[in-house]
């Protein structure tokens, strides 16, 4: 009996390790204007202040007239407009991995990544930073970038640096940005049109 009720706390902690773990604070907001919340899975919307951790899993959400700033532990700056709904689906930094892929479901977002990380961050699987849209996917090589999600035409502009950008439907057909560029994904089935910004 003893037996059993340690393999049950044993089972109950294994299974609820991937929700401690994705709790894993990875910054916090530096800067909170009008109503920003924020969803944690299995709770309720909790409303933003300046200064609350920022956690891998959480869906972050700004009203009309709203925006926010998140500063990730590593320096990377992360700005939010308003009508704006992206989860930070992961993000690590360690010696041998940096990783960072925030899902923007709808509204505009300003990534600034230092220079330091940018250096680090690629198109490999193991050391990228990249935002997903319900089209395409825009990663980055040391930046600062806007990309947005309107009416199902997702967009990405560079001010500094260079990156990377794809349908989600055809992967295999990457295209580069540089600085002063933008690229355009007008559909689920268009191909990036990369044009002056």
Known sequence: MKRYALFM????VLAL??????????????????????????QAARAAKLGDEVNVGETLRTKSQSKA????????????????????KEYMVSQDRSSGILSLSRGKIQNIIKAAAGRIFGQDKKNRFEVHTPT???????TDFFSYYLRGISGAIFQEGT?????????????TIRSGQAMVVAGPDKVPVIKPA
Request: charged letters at 20%.
């Open 69 to 88: 700033e998140v500063t990730f532990d590593d320096g990377n700056i992360l700005r939010l407009a308003e009508k704006t709904a992206m989860e930070i």
């Open 136 to 142: 395409a996917v825009v990663g980055v090589r040391g």
């Open 17 to 42: 390790f991937p929700i401690w773990a994705m709790a894993a604070p990875v910054g916090k907001f530096t800067y909170v204007e009008g109503q920003v919340d924020v969803l944690t899975p299995g």
């Open 163 to 175: 990156g990377y950008g794809y349908n989600v439907n055809k992967p295999e057909d990457v295209k």
């Open 9 to 12: 706390i044993a089972a109950c």
